[in-house]
């Protein structure tokens, strides 16, 4: 069956430390799209990335990198140098090549705090 | 582009009433979704249409109904209202192809009394 799991459920920073979110996923496609999204204080889902299970290279983008690994089945995302504004609930999801619907398998999400 | 806009922003209900929760987007998207997220929780899927005339069940339909008459609206109807409802509702659409991401619309935030 598949799950997203987000075993971080709250996480707090002191501002410029380095965070790593985690997120680990089951699923029995050989084919599946990992996604991060962003939901900030006020509300709204801000997508982030997206990754096909055939493309294990890591990414960074600014601040942001995501290691992906099929071996452990986990898309982690760190946040270097964390800012105030980073503060925000963060979902990981999953979509499975078998299931035309493209609907989307959410984590329960992690919130992170970043205090000045 | 306005993306995926969502009426009304809040709304409080009674036992027992109903009401129409309205989805637009303007991306000429196929796919269409709804989900509700629960505090502390993430998002569930309630509804999903791949395209017009076209709506399918998602993990938690009951209480709900949809339709998609035209590309651009999928508005999700509540009947009989229950307190197990209240929750925050988004919309979302996405490109057929490609399985890229899904576009969020700002979300509705349902109080049943």
């Known amino acids: 069956a598949q799950k997203v799991t987000q075993a971080q459920t709250e996480i707090s920073v002191v501002e410029k430390e380095d965070v790593t979110l985690d997120c680990v996923y089951e699923?029995?496609?050989?084919?599946?799209?990992l996604f991060w999204y962003k939901q900030p204080p006020s509300g709204e889902l801000v997508f982030l990335i997206r990754?096909?299970?055939?493309?294990?290279q890591n990414e960074i983008s600014g601040r942001y990198s995501w290691n992906f690994q099929k071996s452990t089945s986990s898309f982690n995302f760190t946040i270097t140098a964390s800012q105030v504004v980073d503060s925000a609930v963060y979902f990981c999801a999953l979509s499975e090549g078998m299931d035309s619907s493209y609907k989307l398998i959410f984590g329960s999400g992690t919130r992170l705090l970043v205090r000045p | 582009n306005a993306g995926v806009t969502q009426t009304p922003k809040f709304r409080i209900l009674k036992i027992g009433q109903s009401m129409t929760l309205q989805c637009t987007q303007d991306?000429?998207?196929?796919?269409m979704y709804w989900y509700r997220q629960d505090p502390g929780m993430g998002l569930k899927l309630i509804y999903y249409s791949v395209g017009a005339g076209i709506t399918d069940k998602g993990e938690v339909p009951n209480g709900y109904n949809v339709s998609r008459s035209t590309t651009e609206d999928f508005p999700l109807r509540l009947e009989l209202a229950a307190p197990s409802q209240t929750s925050v509702y988004f919309c979302?659409?996405?490109?057929?192809?490609?399985?890229?991401?899904?576009?969020f619309g700002p979300g509705t935030r349902l109080t049943v009394l």
């Open positions: 990754r096909n299970s055939f493309d294990e």
């Open positions: 979302a659409s996405s490109y057929s192809q490609g399985r890229g991401e899904q576009f």
């Open positions: 699923t029995r496609d050989t084919t599946y799209y």
């Open positions: 991306m000429n998207h196929n796919y």
